[in-house]
């Protein structure tokens, strides 16, 4: 079946640190691969997405690489800040009309 | 423009009652999608709309649980006989619907469900 790995937290992080998520995946075909993310008090919202193997999706400073071989979406920013406080979820989806699976969610804390 | 909408945004319900939530979709998007999810874990995903069809309910947890979208725009998710289990955030989500792997879902605030 379909599945999602990720790194546990929370993860606590002075501001201007690097930040890594880790992501792995288990799918058949060829899945799209998204990171959503969930800050405090608001909706899950996508934050990028990589359709292919190499491909690389960006948004905010943040980027993940979608990796076939090692099956992994890891997500990275060079230089977080406090607003980036929030849940990220990795998620896939197999399928054309859009069932996605998520991680169990990794909860970020950046302080000052 | 307006978003993914959903009520209640909180519920409290005692075991056994009955509760249905409302999710309103972006207006002009063809799928719906429900997931649940439990305090500390990720959505898992409950069941899937295309306009009014129900086309895939795989993930409703037990007969208890039932969707509908009979105009193809607002969508009721309704629990019969809630049991604590049940506790949860239900979230709806929405998306244009033309079949391709990398389209977005917009994601509704949820409604927190509380079964005592």
């Known amino acids: 079946g379909n599945s999602v790995t990720q790194m546990e937290g929370p993860v606590t992080l002075s501001e201007e640190a690097f930040l890594t998520i880790n992501c792995t995946y288990t799918?058949?075909?060829?899945?799209?691969l998204f990171w959503y993310v969930q800050y405090p008090g608001e909706g899950l919202q996508l934050l990028l997405k990589?359709?292919?193997?190499?491909d690389k999706g960006s948004n905010k400073g943040f980027e993940a690489t979608y990796r076939k071989e090692t099956t992994s979406f890891h997500l990275e920013k060079g230089s977080v800040q406090v607003s980036d406080s929030a849940v990220y979820f990795c998620?896939?989806?197999?399928?054309?009309?859009?069932?996605?699976?998520f991680g169990q969610g990794t909860i970020l804390t950046v302080h000052p | 423009g307006a978003g993914v909408s959903q009520s209640p945004r909180y519920k409290v319900a005692k075991r056994g009652q009955d509760v249905a939530l409302r999710c309103d979709p972006i207006?002009?998007?063809?799928?719906l999608f429900w997931y649940q999810q439990a305090l500390g874990q990720g959505p898992e995903f409950l069941t899937y709309?295309?306009?009014?069809?129900?086309?895939?309910k795989s993930g409703l947890p037990s007969d208890r649980f039932f969707a509908e979208r009979p105009e193809g725009s607002v969508s009721t998710l309704k629990i019969q006989r809630t049991q604590q289990e049940d506790s949860a955030v239900y979230l709806c989500?929405?998306?244009?619907?033309?079949?391709?792997?990398?389209?977005?879902?917009?994601f509704g605030p949820g409604t927190r469900l509380l079964v005592l």
């Open positions: 207006s002009g998007h063809v799928s």
């Open positions: 709309f295309q306009n009014e069809a129900q086309l895939d």
């Open positions: 998620a896939l989806n197999p399928l054309g009309y859009g069932k996605l699976t």
């Open positions: 990589a359709t292919k193997a190499d």
């Open positions: 989500a929405s998306s244009l619907g033309r079949g391709r792997l990398e389209e977005t879902q917009y």
């Open positions: 799918a058949t075909g060829y899945p799209s």
